[in-house]
């Protein structure tokens, strides 16, 4: 049996180990640290209560049968030389493996932003946004107000979800509400990584439409419990602040040292870690070059790395040629609480459509899919 360790059970992990156990002189181990496999996608649609935590978070164990050994421990260290990893004061070697354990907040080494900001990146990150808000409702004044630093996908989602909970809460009890939801951003622009103007000019309209303000140009250089300072010179008084503002790889020992500047695995156009024999690297915490710019970390190509990861190692097992990587967009949703913007094979679809078909894409539950990991990636990707 060749054996193969996967490091990180999100998208690029898992769909990897899903594609790996079709052969049957594979033996996969699969360790994750976190509390499952989490569907970030839907994140923002538990803050609001349109779902709950167990709708978006599975059981490695129980969701991907016995073929796989799922191993819920943090793994410490990789020794490529002698092709090991370490963990939990155990260790154990392998013949190939593949390190996906994404990314976490990017504070740009920003003064209080680590300490100050509310951040969504985790199922329990849901709970201290929603306790904030009721906080906020409870307590109505200005100081209250909520600013989102980032106008990328998750700072759009999350600034829309939060105004939704303060319209609805609103609405329910009758309250006249000061709160206001602001969204700041470095650039001039929503959504940096979208390559399509048609799509930003729909969003900022619904994001005015819905009263969320944005300022732009306005990097952030100090965070407080009391305000948040941009450009160095202008306070917005607030007690709550999010930070959607970016992310950077995961980090783990590797023996010897290879991770970039900037804590990625560069790898080559087969996946493959430059300079390093028999491991791979996909997902957020990989670079991969393409048309010299870096991919965006998006599920979609964790997803798409992983089919052609594993493709590439029976490969090599066989001795056959491996397979070039290229990334080509499936296309673009993102929900607005009831509404979305999508755009699929060019064409760009948005109001009630979109949101349909960004629940029919996502949700599990509507369509009677429980807990079920291997169908939902497919559904998707
Ligand atoms: C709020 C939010 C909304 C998003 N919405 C979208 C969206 O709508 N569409 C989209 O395409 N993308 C979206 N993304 C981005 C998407 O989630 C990531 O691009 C994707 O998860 C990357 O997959 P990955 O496999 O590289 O890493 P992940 O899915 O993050 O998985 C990495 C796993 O590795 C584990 N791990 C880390 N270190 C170790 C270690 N040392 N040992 C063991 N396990 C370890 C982690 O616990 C984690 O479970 C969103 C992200 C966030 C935060």
Not at 169 to 195: A, C, E, H, R
Request: aromatic residues 8%; hydrophobic residues 40%; positive net charge.
């Amino acid at each position: 049996m060749v054996k193969v360790v996967i490091i990180g059970g999100g998208f690029g992990g898992v769909t990897s180990a899903l594609n790996l156990i079709k052969h049957k002189n594979i033996d996969v181990t699969l360790f994750n640290k976190s509390e499952g496999f989490l569907f970030t996608p839907l994140i923002a649609d538990v803050i609001s209560g349109k779902l709950k935590k167990r709708d978006i978070i599975f059981d490695i164990k129980k969701n991907l049968g016995s073929k796989i050994k799922a191993i819920n421990k943090e793994v410490d260290k990789v020794d490529f030389q002698k092709k090991k990893i370490y963990y939990d004061s155990s260790n154990i070697e392998y013949d190939y493996i593949i390190i996906a354990i994404g990314a976490k907040e990017n504070y740009f080494g920003i003064d209080g932003a680590k300490e100050n900001c509310l951040k969504l990146k985790t199922v329990y990150d849901t709970n201290d946004i929603q306790i904030r808000i009721q906080e906020a409702l409870v307590d109505d004044k200005n100081e209250n107000s909520f600013v989102v630093v980032g106008a990328g996908a998750t700072g759009i989602e999350l600034a829309v979800e939060i105004k939704d909970r303060i319209d609805y809460y609103k609405k329910k009890t009758k309250q006249k509400s000061n709160l206001k939801v602001l969204i700041i951003d470095g650039n001039d622009k929503i959504l940096g990584p979208i390559n399509n103007d048609k799509i930003r000019s729909i969003v900022m309209k619904k994001l005015l439409k819905k009263n969320i303000d944005i300022k732009f140009n306005s990097r952030v250089t100090k965070i407080t419990k009391n305000y948040v300072e941009i450009n160095g010179n202008e306070k917005i008084i607030t007690d709550n602040v999010f930070w959607a503002a970016g992310v950077k790889p995961n980090t783990i020992l590797t023996e010897p040292e290879i991770v970039d500047k900037s804590g990625h695995f560069q790898v080559n156009e087969y996946l493959k870690i430059k300079g390093i024999e028999n491991a791979y690297s996909i997902g957020d915490c990989a670079s991969f070059i393409q048309e010299d710019k870096p991919l965006p970390d998006f599920a979609q190509v964790a997803v798409k790395q992983a089919k052609i990861v594993s493709y590439n190692i029976i490969n090599e097992i066989k001795n056959k040629n491996l397979k070039k990587f290229h990334y080509n967009s499936e296309g673009f949703i993102l929900s607005m609480g009831n509404t979305a913007v999508a755009e699929v094979k060019g064409i760009i679809i948005s109001g009630k459509l979109a949101w349909i078909m960004h629940k029919i894409v996502y949700s599990i539950k509507r369509i009677g899919l429980k807990n079920q990991i291997r169908t939902f990636i497919k559904l998707i990707f």
